[in-house]
């Protein structure tokens, strides 16, 4: 089975060139983390995989492995069905990995070659690949961030993915972290990814921008909703003079009530947020708050959390070195933000603290 191996740094290149990884772990296991663009073939469903550790406990690893062999035998047909209907070339590689590069993997490897694919188990499994992303954000090297500021509702996501469909190098953190980064920003996102799956996304990400390039960036606490952003992350993020986007607050209601898809959210969702302000702006003004969430009065409840929290509250984000923008109007707002980024890129790039 040795030549049947393939370690990290030749699989995650044939990874760029087109090959095709395989998470052969649980659904369980596969929903909280993988390699990024993986699909999950589990060898074991969850049951059975505890039905087989329990065993592998009690009576040792010769029964659980016969359990394992009953369990999966009737269902290699199946599973090489599934990889060819993925596949459009039996030539394309497949790298298979499991937890820790363990005998899942090296079942699956084993059935693929025999049918015919040109299959390889990692060595080190998805283990080895945590491994790469937690050394490559303490230590990794990636290009510069320039990073779009603001007070809310000027609409810094929405440019992001407007300048991104012209061009421009882009990571939409909020949309690596399924959040938008607010007291509200859960609302209408659906389930976040866990902590490890935020940080692939992220290796994945930093990994398009290559040491003398660039990317832009929204400016982030060091919390996105529930996961959190590495250290080297969020000090990449202050490192190089910020774009600070103005915009009247008239023209921020309208935007967060474009961006908002307040008919679509049932109201009682809102409820939660808003009575978290409670310590922040008192009892008397959330009642407020809660009275015109209840009558339908967006645009007011929308100006009262700008001007009452979202404003003060995000103030502190006005940073020293900043190059002020005017996005009214908007194309040329927009135009204006252009200029601005090639000012930045005809400057040097700002070191590097090392810790010591």
């Known amino acids: 089975m040795h030549h049947l191996k393939i370690d990290l740094p030749k699989a995650l290149q044939q990874r760029d060139e087109g090959a095709l990884f395989i998470d052969c772990r649980t659904p369980a296991e596969f929903a909280e983390t993988t390699i990024p663009g993986a699909v999950n073939i589990p060898l074991f469903d969850d ?6 550790g329990l065993l592998y406990k009690e009576k040792g690893p010769g029964p659980a492995r016969r359990l394992a062999v ?37 079942a699956l490897t084993a059935f693929l070659d025999l049918a015919g694919f040109s299959a390889r188990q990692l060595t080190g499994g998805h283990k080895a690949f945590r491994a790469e992303v937690r ?59 866990s902590q490890k799956a935020f940080e692939a996304r992220l290796w994945e990400a930093l990994r398009q921008i ?35 986007l103005e915009a009247s607050l008239d023209y921020r209601i309208q935007l967060i009530l474009q961006e908002y898809p307040v008919d679509c959210i049932p109201r009682e969702e809102f409820v939660p947020p808003i ?19 209840h009558a339908g009065k967006w645009r007011e409840l929308v100006a009262d959390l700008m001007v009452l929290y979202y404003d003060p509250l995000y103030f502190h984000t006005h940073p020293d070195r900043r190059i002020e923008i005017d996005l009214e109007p908007e194309e040329e707002g927009i135009a204006r933000l252009k200029e601005s980024i090639h000012r930045l890129l005809a400057e040097p790039p700002v070191p590097r603290l090392e810790k010591a």
């Open 135 to 193: 050394d490559f954000l303490e230590k990794g090297e990636w290009g510069r961030l320039f990073v779009l500021r603001g007070l809310t509702g000027v609409g810094k996501t929405r440019i992001l993915h407007r300048l991104r469909g012209e061009g421009y190098p882009v990571i939409d953190l909020e949309g690596l972290a399924n959040h938008r980064g607010s007291a509200f920003g859960a609302l209408g996102q659906g389930e976040q990814p």
């Open 47 to 52: 049951a059975q995989r505890a039905q087989v």
């Open 210 to 244: 290559p040491p003398g390039g660039y990317a832009l960036a929204e400016g982030e606490s060091k919390h996105i909703g529930k996961v959190v952003l590495p250290p080297r992350v969020y000090e990449a993020l202050q490192a190089e003079t910020s774009l600070w």
């Open 70 to 106: 009953d369990l999966v035998s009737p269902r290699i047909p199946a599973m090489i069905r599934q990889v060819d209907e993925l596949l459009d070339d039996r030539r394309r590689p497949l790298v298979v990995f499991c937890w820790r590069g363990g005998m899942r993997s090296r």
């Open 275 to 293: 009575v978290a302000l409670k310590r922040r702006l008192g009892t008397e003004t959330v009642e407020r708050l809660l009275a015109l969430l």
